[in-house]
């Protein structure tokens, strides 16, 4: 059976206001009425029963202390998409830099993918894994080697090799050699993972982004 959904999108202009003076308040939107009829009216603070009452007789939409999300400019999507982009090349730099560093101890049939791992996907890999994408919520992980991913972990990982290298990564689950490891203490940029004396050792390899400005 095949389902459809319809939707319709649409632009709302918003007037956001605290009432502080009822009088006040119902005099200016009796004067403004044409220029406001068409917004909805978003108001914070307390909202009395004599101006609901005139707000439901003038007809006009209005939600009370509710948190709408703000729009962002081009120019703003424009350049947290250019950081975005930024982020990803350093990433990619650091982990090449490191990959040449460490490369004596990744001789375990080492794999690169440069592909998203998608929600739903599980990845199987017996040696060493370099992953230049990102692994989305629903994904997993499970490699026998060590790990190096360069990008946003928000799905599961399961790693029994020497190290692994990851971004500060808030949503994943991640189990190193069968314990979890706490998502608080991925918090760098750049974080490797070790087992030392059955002990699992993270330390920071990058603390915070590269500034190019």
Known sequence: MEFFLKSNQYSVKVYETTIEDEEKFIEFFETNYMLFKDHLILIHGSLSQKIKEYLEFKSLTYLHNVELP??????????????ERSASAVSVQIAEAKLKKISSKLQNNLTVLDTMVRSGQEINIEGDLLLLNRVNSGATINIKGNLIITNVVEGAVRCSGNFMMLTAS??????????????????NKLNRV???????????????EISWA
Do not use: C, M, W, Y
């Not at 808030?170 to 918090?187: M, R, Y």
């Open 194 to 208: 070790e087992l030392k004396n059955n002990e699992i050792i993270i330390t920071p390899v990058l603390k915070k």
């Open 70 to 83: 703000k729009g962002r400019s081009r120019k703003a999507l424009e350049e947290e998409l250019q950081i």
């Open 170 to 187: 808030p949503k994943a689950n991640i189990i190193f050699h069968g314990v979890e490891v706490e998502n608080d203490l991925l918090k």
